[in-house]
């Protein structure tokens, strides 16, 4: 028997893994609704298995992925997003987690993913694994070559300008100040080679909708 906690804000969410789950050797032990809810709840019980959306209240992104990893040696952490992998992804990965997956995937592909990385592989999904092999090193000049090469605190500050945010709100959301959120917009501009932030934006909003 395999145990999660589920960590998501949409009841239809936690339902639908429910679901999924029913007929599988798999044990929901926690929901959690609220961000701030999630390390207390894992206090009190660890699951073998995190299933976590990352855009959720009171929940700092990917920066809580590697919060928990530190607070929790060896636990496993799956994101389930809103946000398409492209966007993500990769940098889920890095901060920690075991597989990512996109909401809009097929209940197979969510269940398959939940017992990869409960078994301790990592998931993702084909066409983003088939163009980590096939990336060329000639190709450095690429946008998708250059996103790959920004941190997890880089990737969250280009996907809320992206998604209209100012300098305020991004500093108060990531617990950083305004002038730190300017020196992130200027190195993203440096290495996404962009000459104004409306250009930057439409990179961003370009990665969002490309298959890379």
């Known amino acids: 028997m395999i145990t999660l906690t589920i960590a998501d804000h949409h009841p239809i969410i936690i339902d639908g893994l429910s679901h999924i789950l029913k007929e599988t050797p798999h044990e929901i032990i926690d929901t959690i609704v609220e961000g701030k809810d999630l390390i207390p709840s894992l206090e009190e019980q660890v699951p073998d298995l995190v299933v976590m959306e990352i855009d959720m ?88 070559y250059r996103y790959k090469k920004l941190s997890t605190r880089e990737t969250e500050v280009l996907n809320m300008l992206s998604a209209g945010k100012r300098n305020k709100d991004i500093a108060e959301t990531l617990d950083i100040n305004e002038k730190t959120v300017s020196t992130y917009k200027t190195r993203l501009l440096k290495k996404l080679d962009a000459s104004s932030l409306a250009e930057l934006i439409q990179q961003a909003r370009l990665l969002q909708t490309s298959d890379l």
Not at 87 to 99: C, H, N, P, Q, V
Not at 104 to 131: F, H, P, W
């Open 57 to 144: 209240p009171n929940l700092q992104g990917l920066s809580a992925i590697k919060e928990l990893r530190k607070l929790f040696p060896g636990i496993k952490i799956m994101v389930l997003s809103i946000h398409p992998e492209e966007m993500y992804a990769l940098s889920a990965i890095k901060a920690g987690a075991m597989g990512y997956v996109c909401k809009t995937a097929d209940s197979e592909v969510i269940l398959k993913a939940l017992v990869q990385v409960a078994r301790g592989g990592i998931y993702l999904n084909n066409s983003l694994v088939e163009m980590l092999s096939n990336t060329d090193p000639s190709k450095n000049n690429s946008l998708a």
